[in-house]
């Protein structure tokens, strides 16, 4: 078992408490979709606004 394969599949068993029974019947996408990041929210001008408009800083005295 290649480096690349082995780390995979200490990452689903151990992480992701997959069996390695389970591992081996995945598909590609399905393994991509486990693993790979989330994509980053963004935080729009508009949606920056509502929030200081609805959580303003406190003035300190």
């Given at each position: 078992?290649?480096?690349r394969?082995?780390d ?21 996408p ?23 408009t609805?959580?303003p ?5």
């Amino acid at each position: 078992m290649s480096p690349r394969w082995a780390d995979a599949l200490r990452l689903a068993t151990l992480r992701l408490a997959i069996a390695p029974e389970a591992f081996w019947r995945l598909s590609l996408p399905e393994w991509r979709a486990l693993t790979e990041a989330p994509a980053a929210l963004v935080l729009t001008r508009g949606a920056l606004d509502a929030l200081l408009t609805r959580f303003p800083d406190e003035e300190t005295r």
